[in-house]
């Protein structure tokens, strides 16, 4: 509960809290935090059996590292975007959007400027976010790097959505000859279109 803290560099858990604004602060855990965060380490656990590599509280230089190391690498994480309640027009430039734009690793929030420079000059997979509303982040990043891959989503959606997109990538990947973009469009149109 510490996230709730004035002075914490965090704003997910504050997010939630303003959507709701009945249940006192310290009930949020009991009542809210804790079932959403057991259904997050159970998908995480899940993912983790099939062999991927999971990085819980990841701070901003892990996810760094963690570019080094995999050619494919998916991001679930909080993003704070500037005011953006729909689709970007295809004339708008995301890049003017791109500093206002937060992403909280465990040590904190970073603007997304400082987040296109975690990603590594050798990096040439593909990186996957899995964050609410990725459109600035994903479309400034394609048009500052373009030797990999980025995949993003239009809507909002909260991380324990995104962890069992992922979960069930990686179960398609596990079982049917795909490539991750492949497995990763088909979950997303199998969980989103049924949503």
């Given at each position: 509960?510490?996230?709730?803290?004035?002075?914490?560099?965090?704003?997910?858990?504050?997010?939630?809290?303003?959507?709701?604004?009945?249940i006192?602060?310290?009930?949020?855990?009991?009542?809210?935090?804790?079932?959403?965060?057991?259904?997050?380490?159970?998908?995480?656990?899940?993912?983790?059996?099939?062999?991927?590599?999971?990085?819980?509280?990841?701070?901003?230089?892990?996810?760094?590292?963690?570019?080094?190391?995999h050619?494919?690498?998916?991001?679930?994480?909080?993003?704070?975007?500037?005011?953006?309640?729909?689709?970007?027009?295809?004339?708008?430039?995301?890049?003017?959007?791109?500093?206002?734009?937060?992403?909280?690793?465990?040590?904190?929030?970073?603007?997304?400027?400082?987040?296109?420079?975690?990603?590594?000059?050798?990096?040439?997979?593909?990186?996957?976010?899995?964050?609410?509303?990725?459109?600035?982040?994903?479309?400034?990043i394609?048009?500052?790097?373009?030797?990999?891959?980025?995949?993003?989503?239009?809507?909002?959606?909260?991380?324990?959505?995104?962890?069992?997109?992922?979960?069930?990538?990686?179960?398609?990947?596990?079982?049917?000859?795909?490539?991750?973009?492949?497995?990763?469009?088909?979950?997303?149109?199998?969980?989103?279109?049924?949503?």
């Open positions: 509960m510490a996230d709730l803290s004035v002075t914490a560099n965090k704003d997910f858990a504050k997010d939630f809290e303003s959507k709701l604004p009945g006192p602060s310290e009930k949020l855990w009991d009542d809210h935090f804790r079932e959403e965060a057991e259904r997050m380490l159970k998908s995480a656990a899940s993912v983790a059996r099939l062999g991927t590599t999971v990085r819980q509280s990841c701070t901003a230089a892990a996810f760094s590292a963690a570019l080094e190391h050619s494919v690498a998916a991001l679930v994480a909080h993003v704070i975007n500037p005011g953006l309640t729909g689709k970007l027009a295809p004339e708008y430039d995301p890049r003017e959007l791109l500093q206002q734009t937060k992403v909280e690793f465990a040590d904190g929030l970073v603007e997304g400027t400082v987040f296109e420079r975690l990603i590594p000059d050798s990096f040439r997979g593909i990186l996957d976010l899995r964050t609410c509303n990725s459109v600035i982040l994903g479309e400034s394609k048009s500052i790097r373009r030797s990999f891959l980025v995949v993003e989503n239009i809507e909002r959606k909260f991380p324990v959505v995104q962890l069992i997109a992922f979960q069930h990538t990686i179960a398609t990947l596990s079982v049917y000859d795909l490539d991750y973009a492949q497995a990763s469009t088909q979950a997303r149109r199998e969980l989103f279109t049924s949503v």
